[in-house]
């Protein structure tokens, strides 16, 4: 036994080295695109977003940007929307062809773009979106438009997807605050020559997009509308219209004060000239299946903290494995020599031989040899040396095989939530794999998501499986009720809250919204895919497959439970036990918060260490399962199946917190709308992560249960079947 958790403990040292190393490496040759000289290049226009705010804007919607002209560029006429998969669209996305002219090699000094008039209304949402930091995102080739960083040591050079699109500062005669918009873009693309063939032939790939704004005065301008001096030192285009001064005193007759705000529609406008400069760089430096890495910043001071969290957590599992080593050895080696034997079982009682009084049970802390079992009156009469004769060893936990498996309340609950959790691991599984080998990089825009519906759909055929045959074992009958439970709680939960959160970002015309029509393609997916999946494994589960068999007979009388400790109390314990997993994750759960909310204009790449993390995690919640379960048991506590649950998944409210805690101290989200999202999402995330832990903490109670329970009863000839049945989950070998 011991052997068997040094070997695990070493080969989870070697593949923290081995995928770590990988760090989800760019695939080289993945979606390559090269170009000749002079051939047109396409520059795509997507959305604006801020760090301050969750709530997102396609880029044609705003009222101070040039609309599109319609005009054919790169083969394709401006305006028209690109073809999105599942994950752009639910991330936000709305890329469309734009009327920038590129073409590979030809530089321009400057090209007028348009002018565009902006009323009130479109100022003081400019204004408006300028205070909030918005930022907006470009692509050619498939690389975001970046604002380039170096270091302090001026070593490397860093991305940061996205720019600007205006900057505010304050005047100094009045002080008050002045927004100014970028209406001129420099635009630098890296190329170097194409590997293989191509590159013999004269074509080229691209390696870099980095886009500089520039604010200039709509005046000094040429016959074409540029500006007279692009790259000197000019006046910025203040975004501002005067107010309406008799508008306004008509509106304040009384007043003393009069606001300078004018949000009356007196047909006044503000004329924005755009306009843009194209460079073409060779860049030798950077290979192509290299050109992400420059948005990965600060690289090598995250790969430390990295390190340093997957140390911590494989602390923390090592002191837990050494605390299961010894329960285990202590269950399996010195409890289990008293053995209940089957003679002296009767209606899953123990029944004591020619004994005139029966023993009193003592408070379940007492565990020693001979302890819990005391004997009063004539015992001459005994044989000390007849092995039949003699009373067995009995600890707490062992007076519980008549009550452990009794089927626990609301099983018909129980059995879908561990369904549903079964296709999240399956989910969660496969795409940390696939993010490991590269499959699912920050390239492959929106298929983290994408991928993520996908096998979340996929794995409904294990859901219902797994449900069924758990409801089998409860004593279920009816499946198909079962199975609509399985297909509708979870998924159901999930789509309701999305869809009504939904609704408050439709009020507010931002491209978060899901579209209907994408609304009704998942409700779709859910109904006349998954839930046929879902019938399936229900089916085969059920009429095909043999419930979980149990290596005891559970009693027709329920055993009464004793006050318990304060520690071993359902909402004490799991709070306690959920400390421990959380305690391996927090570290790692920084860098995803950082990514997802702090600063989005980075990129999540280290899937190697998450991968890592999240091994040791579940390692973690197995352990913590196997302790809290046994100290329930030797209470004599035998209501373990939702405790299970709830101790596997007890990491999700300190995660919660966690949330809560980020929000307040990291962040900067204003608005109502927007702090709801991220509070209704985090509990989402939380809620998801809670399920797929608790499920795992259910299945190994489960197998930890009917191991020991073996052991006591090893003539019960359900043992051994019975622990291939659940795919040998730990502990096999013994």
Known sequence: MHADFRIGLGSLLTLACVISSAQSFYIPGWSIRTYLEDQAIQLQVNKVYSDKSQLQYAHYDLPFVCPPSGKSHAGYPSGKSVPLNLGEVLRGDRIMTSDYDLAMGQDKECQFLCTHRVDRKGVKRARQLIEDGYVSEWIVDNLPGATSFVTVDKSHKYYAAGFKIGYKDFSPVTNKPRYFIHNHHTLVIRWRKAPGRSGVHGRKVIVGFEVYPKSIEARHRNGEGCPQDVHGETEGLEINLAANSTTLAAQYPHSSYIPD????????????????????????????????????????????????????????????????????????????????????????????????????????????????????????????????????????????????????????????????????????????????????????????????????????????????????????????????????????????????????????????????????????????????????????????????????????????????????????????????????????????FRSLWQDKSGYYYVFGFLTVVSIVDIVTVVEVTIVATYIQLCAENYHWWWQSVFIGGGSAFWVFLYCVWFYFTKLNIQGFVSGMLFFSYSLLACSVYGLLTGTVGFLTAYAFVRRIYGYVNPSNPANLPAERDFANLFLQGN
């Open 261 to 592: 705000d004018d949000d009356s529609d007196d047909g006044s406008t503000l004329a924005i000239p755009y306009s843009y400069s194209v460079y073409f760089r060779e860049e030798e430096r950077v290979e192509w299946s290299h050109r992400w890495e420059m948005y990965f910043n600060n690289q090598e001071e995250g790969n430390t903290i990295h390190w340093l969290a997957i140390v911590n957590s494989l602390i923390i599992c090592g002191l837990l494995s050494a605390v299961v080593v010894m329960i285990i050895h202590r269950t399996v080696f010195t409890d289990s020599k008293g053995r209940i034997k089957d003679s002296s079982l009767e209606d899953g009682k123990i029944r004591m031989k020619r004994v005139k009084s029966r023993t009193a049970l003592r408070s379940p802390r007492s565990i020693e040899k001979g302890s819990l079992l005391e004997q009063k009156g004539d015992v001459d009469d005994l044989d000390a040396s007849s092995d039949e004769d003699s009373v067995d060893e009995i600890t707490g936990w062992k007076l519980l095989h008549a009550d452990v498996f009794r089927a626990p309340k609301y099983a018909g609950f129980l059995a879908p939530l561990i369904g549903s959790g079964m296709q999240l691991v399956f989910m969660a599984t496969s795409l940390l794999l696939l993010s490991c080998v590269g499959i699912l990089n920050p390239s492959f825009r929106g298929g983290f998501v994408s991928v993520g519906m996908g096998l979340f759909i996929f794995a409904g055929i294990f859901s219902g499986y797994f449900s069924a045959r758990v409801y089998k074992t409860f004593g279920g009958q009816n499946w198909r009720k079962n199975t609509l439970m399985t297909a509708l709680l979870f998924p159901g939960l999930l789509f309701s809250t999305i869809f009504i959160l939904n609704l408050f970002v439709w009020a507010q015309a931002s491209s978060t919204a899901l579209p209907f029509g994408t609304l009704v393609g998942l409700l779709f997916l859910w109904l006349f895919i998954q839930l046929p999946l879902v019938y399936v494994g229900s089916w085969y589960g059920f009429d095909h497959s043999q419930p979980y068999e149990h290596p005891t007979q559970t009693s027709s009388i329920p055993r009464q439970i004793p006050e318990q400790a304060w520690y071993t109390k359902s909402v004490h314990s799991v709070l306690l036990a959920g400390l421990v997993p959380f305690a391996v994750i927090f570290i790692e759960l920084l860098f995803v």
